[in-house]
């Protein structure tokens, strides 16, 4: 490509792969985190509500 100013413009690409098997491990680490965290969160309601239950005579 040439330019009014006569600049030039180097372009150069590379694959990433130390970067891409961190993002595959992130991804993971990150699923695995939000479904222990939704597992969590039911299973203290359902302990909650079994102990409201309980208490209330329900």
Do not use: Q, T, W
Not at 2 to 29: C, F, Q, S, W
């Amino acid at each position: 490509m040439d330019y009014k100013d006569g600049g030039l413009v180097i372009v150069a690409a590379a694959y990433d792969e130390p970067g891409n098997e961190k993002m595959r491990h992130l991804r993971l680490v990150l699923s695995l985190s939000f479904v222990g965290g939704i597992l969590i969160s039911v299973v203290g309601g359902i302990c909650f509500l079994f102990l409201y239950c309980i208490l209330s005579g329900g």
